[in-house]
Structures are given as C-alpha cells and as structure tokens.
Nanobody
Framework: QVQLVESGGGSVQAGGSLRLSCVAS????????LAWFRQAPEKAREGVAV???????MYTNSVKGRFAISVDNAKNTLYLEMSSLKPEDTAMYYC?????????????????????WGQGTQVTVSS
C-alpha cells in the first residue's frame, strides 16, 4: 500500500521560511515524477513545483526564485524549501507522485496525471 505523508507545515510571518517534507512508504521515488501542489480556500488545486527522475525542476511562476524542490532518494523523501513567504502562499500543500521513465520530463497539470497523493500539510503566512 502506497502512502505519502507530508510534514513541516505551520504558521509563519511574511518573509519567513518553511521546509516541507514528504516521506513515501510502499513506493520508491526512483524513476518518478514528484510534485508539490497547493490549494487555498475556495480555489482550485494548483501545481507548485515538480522534479523528474534526472533532477530537472519546474515551478509555477508565482514561486520561482523563492521555492526549491528536491528529493533524497536514499531517504525516499521529497522536500519543498520555501522562503520569502507571502500571505498568498497560504494553502494546504500536497505532495504527489507518479511512475515515470528515466529521463522523461514531468508536468504540473493536469492533476490527474498524478497517481499517489499525500493528505496535505497546512501553511499559513501572516502579514
């Protein structure tokens, strides 16, 4: 049974930093597309960042230069380093994964490309 578990969310002031983690069990992050999504109240879930099997990354425009996605395959853990946080970053953050082929690129949408999802971790940024 595949399980993705996020942690690291919390409440911070604008300009602060957080690091989110997503640990997988029953699933290997090798040869996968791994992504972070977020969903603010009354808004659609949106892709934030994705990393492919060779380490290429892609970010939504609003977080470029502030967020960094990375993966530790030995620990089967996906990370999202978030800095210079803004109130508009407030949302529930989800990690997601789907099997891929080595070297293939990954996408942030459509969301239903992703097969496995975590339960989410809340990030709240106050002004």
């Amino acid at each position: 049974q595949v399980q993705l578990v996020e942690s690291g969310g919390g409440s911070v002031q604008a300009g602060g930093s957080l690091r989110l983690s997503c640990v997988a069990s029953g699933y290997s992050y090798m040869n996968s597309c791994l992504a972070w999504f977020r969903q603010a109240p009354e808004k659609a879930r949106e892709g934030v960042a994705v990393i492919d099997s060779v380490g290429r990354t892609m970010y939504t425009n609003s977080v470029k230069g502030r967020f960094a996605i990375s993966v530790d395959n030995a620990k089967n853990t996906l990370y999202l380093e978030m800095s210079s946080l803004k109130p508009e970053d407030t949302a529930m953050y989800y990690c997601a994964a789907v099997e891929s082929s080595y070297g293939y690129g990954c996408v942030l949408h459509p969301l239903d490309v992703y097969k496995y999802w975590g339960q989410g971790t809340q990030v709240t940024v106050s002004s």
